[in-house]
């Protein structure tokens, strides 16, 4: 009671005071503390006999610099209390940020060393996360609402759903295009704001003519596109329902960015009139900057989907059940649920393919709905899988950055702990030592994150243009993107420092001033070498998985696809708006054959009416005395009409018998090559050298087999051999018309892309355009998910193994100058070079080889994770694992073999006399 | 004539020092000035303006509590005393000082021995 009285009364007193000297003013307060103490002091020296002044001198100078005390005490007395907190935390910060600059700028080889880890392990994540963030995370950018929009698509069941196959319980696949007919069937719904349809493909337009032409990537979409998506123009309007009709004179929207390429962005675009090909077309608008409609690629030129696709495709596009070219968008209701919605569109589909349904064609057919976010949508991407993956790796690459700074300024601060015992002594607290080495990782951490920036700047440019060209990226760096950075930034400059702080927290000022510096305590020792170790076992799960899609990528590359890609070039006249008919178009082929094959460094030229992983055809096939043919599950037989060079061009390999000759022409005894899977297939035991063929509506005459090739692939790096067939282009079968030209370059390194095009363009003046390129562009993009995985996972193997590397240099560097006196003893002793160099070698590999098996160990357990995404390699594979681990304990060995020199020039008398 | 300053002193100790004058009672600072003189026999020389912003920061820390008074020649004084946190950080601090000292002075000491 007592005591609870007089805590009430001490209160209570206070505020009294509190009161009185508010009222006083702080500073009379003071004044009044301090004159009473001047005079006390001045009458007590003028009793031993000072005259009057001078005792109020000495008084003076017993106080010392008044000023400078008065200024410390009203600090000390101003503000509220909160208010002082908050200053003194400030002020605190502000020294601790003086402080930890200078502690920097004193080592700046170690300052710069940290920024520049931290920036490449942010940088990393950074960029990571901008291809992540585009790939998956985003909606489309200028989409307004974007969760109301959602993609229709078919479900239906896999294979066909043809009835007759049915009973068992099929595999659902849910997409594909849909007819126009289809689009327009669901218009009768009302559980939809809006519906829009697309063209699937981007299709290639030629703007232009000639050398100047450019080929643009095209959307058709229909005139509710733009209120679907809620787009605004930048400059111009958008098309609207009477101008999206067959016959209408042609509108286009461009895009900004061909806006500022082709035409300077110039708002006079408006009204001008572009050549597409066969029709000019008027721009009436343009989209906003990075717009690309709901998929990734981009986008130039926006066209009617009804005007421009009966131009395109005829009347099939627009009428029928048979031309699938559309994808479908729509807007729900605010308040429509998504799966009333899907119920409407399904039985809305149904109805428009109830004939189809009732002759047993897809009869489980339904509509689903899906996010505009790719993460949310069915049919995800490869790369996107490989995306996320490269997010864990680069979190993964930041951690090993973040040990590294760790071990580093642990290091640094054993190097000062007698400095930060005697500003202990000095009466420095330990919170404020604490937020100093807090204040100086966060400095760091930032300095880092403003360096990834410009990583993630110039990084990301570089992947995006070499692993995602089909991707458009509207921003560099987004703002998603700093923001990701900022926190990382914040947040590895606090990881990085935890250890140290606790080092900081463990130090009492006698402990540390009777530290020498030659005993470093067991546990930061330890931590160090733990944290070592760590980064080990991290280089060694980024290296293994850089192994694994290198080799994936190996095996991929290496398919036998039948032909070789190398060394090809295609070249593709674009004959629409030409005015050329037919006879001339076959003659520009036959001229282009025969010059092209005679410039000198090409090997090869010839046409062919399909290309490998391009297109493909199956016309009708007969054989005498049989009514059906067996069937492969890819379909076929496939045909390819093709010119004498074809075989040498593409260079496949024949088995048997001969190729397609310059003899066989129109008017002799027409004849096929088939390849293996087609001679096994279609004759099984027998020799389908000579064998009849009844091809196309050339039912009454035979087409002679005369050669057997081996299988070359159609059109996927991963399909299973199917039957396909090569007959003489000049014996033209119906619509076989060349379209491509296939020429192999005795150099695959230097193709002579321009000068197929000039001589192409040489002669036929009145082409628009030539489109030229590798083969490999055909077929690289099948490749893309594991170049993408198998190059930024290697970046980041080397780069944490390249950190790792620099860690366990400097742990072994600072122990050996650390324990100079020991290596100084054991010198001195007699111990020879050679124990030496081990002693600090079995430490470094000792270290390694630990993080080694722990790495090793974690691989095996969740590599198996990886499978779905590598190709002909197991996730434990052998040998990666053992040229990884060999990596590592070679590197470890490379890092600690200066330190380990040094510690041989120890000289013993030096370090014995040092202490 | 000013005083060499013989032995320059550590914040920390400083705060210990006007702890431990007032370990005895409330005591205006010319008090504590003078307790401080005569207990280190002038060893030590503490300018007074650090002793006030000493008392004055150890009463923001709660460790000191002060009060108006009249003094024992009838004037108005501020008068410091400690308050019960202040009694236990005053042991605290003993502590730790004598265990530094202590530590400092086996160094010393012996290397004076060996000398």
Same mark, same amino acid.
């Given at each position: 009671m007592t005591e609870r009285e007089s805590r009430v009364g001490a209160w209570w007193r206070r505020w009294q005071r509190g009161r009185r000297e508010r009222e006083l003013g702080a500073s009379r307060a003071l004044d009044a503390e301090l004159t009473y103490h001047m005079e006390r002091v001045a009458s007590e020296l003028e009793r031993t006999g000072l005259s009057r002044a001078q005792a109020l001198a000495e008084a003076r100078q017993r106080f010392g610099d008044e000023a400078h005390y008065r200024r410390e005490l009203a600090r000390l007395a101003s503000g509220t209390r909160w208010r002082r907190g908050l200053q003194t935390w400030l002020a605190a910060c502000g020294s601790g940020l003086r402080s930890s600059a200078r502690s920097l700028r004193r080592a700046p080889g170690l300052a710069a060393g940290i920024v520049l880890t931290y920036a490449l392990g942010i940088g990393a994540n950074a960029t990571v996360f901008g291809i992540v963030d585009r790939l998956l995370l985003s909606p489309p950018a200028h989409v307004s609402a974007a969760e109301e929009v959602r993609r229709l698509l078919v479900e239906?069941?896999?294979?066909?759903?043809?009835?007759?196959?049915?009973?068992?319980?099929?595999?659902?696949?849910?997409?594909?295009?849909?007819?126009?007919?289809?689009?327009?069937?669901? !218009?009768?719904?009302? =559980?939809?704001?809006?519906?829009?349809?697309?063209?699937?493909?981007?299709?290639?337009?030629?703007?232009?003519?000639?050398?100047?032409?450019?080929?643009?990537?095209?959307?058709? #979409?229909?005139?509710?596109?733009?209120?679907?998506?809620?787009?605004?123009?930048?400059?111009?309007?958008?098309?609207?329902?009477?101008?999206?009709?067959?016959?209408?004179?042609?509108?286009?929207?461009?895009?900004?960015?061909?806006?500022?390429? /082709?035409?300077?962005?110039?708002?006079?675009?408006?009204?001008?009139?572009?050549?597409?090909?066969?029709?000019?077309?008027?721009?009436?608008?343009?989209?906003?900057?990075?717009?690309?409609?709901?998929?990734?690629?981009?986008?130039?030129?926006?066209?009617?989907?009804?005007?421009?696709?009966?131009?395109?495709?005829?009347?099939?596009?627009?009428?029928?059940?048979?031309?699938?070219?559309?994808?479908?968008?729509?807007?729900?209701?605010?308040?429509?649920?998504?799966?009333?919605?899907?119920?409407?569109?399904?039985?809305?589909?149904?109805?428009?393919?109830?004939?189809?349904?009732?002759?047993?064609?897809?009869?489980? #057919?339904?509509?689903?709905?899906?996010?505009?976010?790719?993460?949310?949508? @069915? &049919?995800?991407?490869?790369?996107?899988?490989?995306?996320?993956?490269?997010?864990?790796?680069?979190?993964?690459?930041?951690?090993?950055?973040?040990?590294?700074?760790?071990?580093?300024?642990?290091? =640094?601060?054993?190097?000062?702990?007698?400095? /930060?015992?005697?500003?202990?002594?000095?009466?420095?607290? =330990?919170? =404020?030592?604490?937020?100093?080495?807090?204040?100086?990782?966060?400095? !760091?951490?930032?300095?880092?994150?403003?360096?990834?920036?410009?990583?993630?700047?110039?990084?990301?440019?570089?992947?995006?243009?070499?692993?995602?060209?089909?991707?458009?990226?509207?921003?560099? #760096?987004?703002?998603?993107?700093?923001?990701?950075?900022?926190?990382?930034?914040?947040?590895?400059?606090?990881?990085?420092?935890?250890?140290? !702080?606790?080092?900081?927290?463990?130090?009492?000022?006698?402990?540390?001033?009777?530290?020498?510096?030659?005993?470093?305590?067991?546990? /930061?020792?330890?931590?160090?070498?733990?944290?070592?170790?760590?980064?080990?076992?991290?280089?060694?799960?980024?290296?293994?998985?850089?192994?694994?899609?290198?080799?994936?990528?190996?095996?991929?590359?290496?398919?036998?696809?039948?032909?070789?890609?190398?060394?090809?070039?295609?070249?593709?006249?674009?004959?629409?708006?030409?005015?050329?008919?037919?006879?001339?178009?076959?003659?520009?082929?036959?001229?282009?054959?025969? /010059?092209?094959?005679?410039?000198?460094?090409?090997?090869?030229?010839?046409?062919?009416? &399909?290309?490998?992983?391009?297109?493909?055809?199956?016309?009708?096939?007969?054989?005498? $005395?049989?009514?059906?043919?067996?069937?492969?599950? $890819?379909? $076929?037989?496939?045909?390819?009409?093709?010119?004498?060079?074809?075989?040498?061009?593409?260079?496949?390999?024949?088995?048997?018998?001969?190729?397609?000759?310059?003899?066989?022409?129109?008017?002799? @005894?027409?004849?096929?090559?088939? &390849?293996?899977?087609?001679?096994?297939?279609?004759?099984?035991?027998?020799?389908?050298?000579?064998?009849?063929?009844?091809v196309g509506d050339r039912v009454a005459s035979c087409t002679t087999v005369i050669g057997i090739l081996e299988d070359a692939h159609r059109q996927d790096i991963f399909e299973q051999a199917e039957a396909q067939y090569y007959v003489a282009l000049a014996q033209g079968h119906m619509e076989m018309g060349p379209s491509w030209l296939i020429v192999r370059a005795a150099d695959a390194a230097a193709l002579p892309i321009g000068r197929v095009r000039d001589r192409l363009l040489a002669l036929e003046p009145r082409l628009p355009f030539v489109s030229v390129f590798p083969m490999h562009q055909l077929i690289d993009p099948q490749l893309r998910s594991w170049t993408l995985g198998a190059t930024l996972f290697s970046l980041f193997g080397v780069l944490a193994l390249l950190v790792a590397a620099s860690g366990l240099h400097a742990l072994l560097a600072f122990d050996v100058s650390q324990s100079a006196r020991e290596i100084g003893l054991r010198a001195a002793l007699g111990a020879g070079r050679p124990r030496l160099l081990a002693m600090v070698l079995l430490r470094a590999l000792r270290l390694t080889a630990t993080g080694v098996v722990l790495g090793t160990l974690f691989v095996w357990f969740f590599a198996p994770r990886l499978a779905g995404m590598l190709y002909a390699v197991s996730p434990r594979d052998p040998l990666t694992l053992i040229v990884v681990a060999v990596t590592l304990l070679l590197t470890a060995i490379v890092a600690s073999w200066p330190p380990a020199w040094r510690a041989l020039r120890v000289d013993p008398n030096l370090a014995l006399r040092a202490d | 004539m000013r005083r060499k300053t013989e032995l320059t002193l550590l914040q920390g100790t400083l705060d210990l020092l006007v702890l431990k004058a007032l370990e005895v009672g409330a005591q205006h600072g010319y008090g504590v000035a003078r307790w401080v003189r005569e207990r280190t026999s002038g060893a030590i020389e503490i300018e007074d303006g650090a002793l006030y912003t000493s008392l004055h920061r150890l009463e923001r820390r709660g460790w000191v509590d002060s009060e108006w008074g009249v003094s024992e020649n009838n004037r108005r004084a501020k008068y410091y005393e400690l308050t019960r946190s202040g009694r236990r950080r005053l042991a605290a601090e003993v502590t730790a000082w004598t265990r530094y000292a202590e530590a400092v002075f086996s160094v010393v000491g012996s290397n004076e021995a060996a000398s």
């Open positions: 239906r069941d896999a294979g066909g759903g043809d009835a007759s196959s049915g009973g068992q319980a099929s595999r659902r696949v849910v997409g594909g295009a849909v007819t126009m007919a289809d689009y327009e069937d669901l !218009l009768a719904g009302t =559980r939809f704001r809006g519906l829009a349809a697309y063209s699937e493909d981007r299709m290639a337009v030629t703007l232009g003519r000639g050398v100047s032409a450019e080929r643009l990537p095209a959307k058709l #979409v229909t005139a509710s596109f733009w209120d679907v998506l809620g787009v605004q123009p930048r400059v111009g309007r958008f098309f609207g329902v009477d101008e999206d009709v067959a016959g209408v004179a042609g509108v286009a929207v461009i895009s900004h960015e061909l806006w500022q390429r /082709t035409f300077g962005g110039d708002a006079a675009v408006i009204g001008r009139a572009i050549d597409l090909g066969d029709s000019p077309y008027t721009i009436i608008g343009v989209t906003p900057r990075g717009f690309t409609g709901v998929e990734l690629a981009p986008v130039d030129l926006w066209l009617p989907a009804r005007t421009a696709g009966a131009e395109v495709y005829g009347e099939m596009a627009l009428g029928g059940r048979n031309f699938y070219w559309l994808s479908i968008l729509g807007r729900l209701r605010p308040d429509t649920r998504v799966a009333v919605a899907e119920e409407e569109a399904t039985a809305l589909h149904r109805v428009g393919r109830a004939e189809s349904i009732s002759r047993g064609y897809d009869p489980g #057919v339904r509509i689903v709905t899906a996010s505009l976010i790719a993460a949310e949508g @069915p &049919n995800r991407p490869a790369e996107v899988n490989v995306a996320l993956l490269l997010a864990l790796v680069s979190a993964l690459v930041l951690g090993v950055a973040c040990i590294n700074i760790a071990n580093l300024l642990l290091a =640094r601060g054993i190097r000062t702990r007698r400095e /930060t015992g005697i500003r202990m002594a000095l009466g420095i607290t =330990r919170g =404020r030592l604490a937020a100093e080495v807090l204040l100086e990782g966060v400095l !760091l951490g930032v300095l880092g994150g403003a360096v990834a920036l410009l990583i993630a700047h110039w990084g990301g440019a570089f992947v995006r243009a070499t692993l995602l060209p089909q991707v458009a990226f509207p921003s560099p #760096v987004g703002l998603r993107t700093v923001t990701l950075t900022a926190g990382l930034a914040l947040l590895a400059g606090i990881a990085s420092v935890l250890l140290p !702080l606790r080092e900081a927290m463990r130090h009492n000022a006698s402990d540390t001033l009777r530290a020498s510096q030659g005993a470093i305590s067991l546990s /930061t020792s330890r931590s160090r070498a733990v944290l070592t170790l760590v980064q080990a076992a991290l280089s060694v799960v980024l290296l293994a998985g850089a192994g694994l899609f290198v080799r994936s990528l190996q095996q991929a590359r290496s398919i036998d696809l039948g032909f070789e890609a190398s060394g090809v070039v295609i070249a593709r006249p674009v004959i629409a708006g030409s005015g050329l008919d037919d006879a001339a178009v076959a003659r520009l082929y036959d001229d282009a054959v025969r /010059t092209l094959g005679a410039e000198p460094g090409i090997i090869a030229a010839a046409a062919a009416a &399909n290309l490998p992983f391009a297109s493909s055809s199956a016309i009708r096939l007969g054989l005498p $005395g049989r009514s059906s043919l067996p069937e492969l599950p $890819g379909g $076929g037989p496939y045909i390819h009409a093709v010119t004498a060079g074809y075989f040498t061009a593409m260079d496949l390999r024949l088995l048997r018998g001969r190729g397609i000759a310059s003899m066989d022409v129109a008017g002799a @005894p027409p004849v096929a090559v088939v &390849n293996r899977t087609m001679a096994e297939l279609l004759w099984p035991g027998e020799d389908a050298l000579g064998q009849c063929m009844l | -």
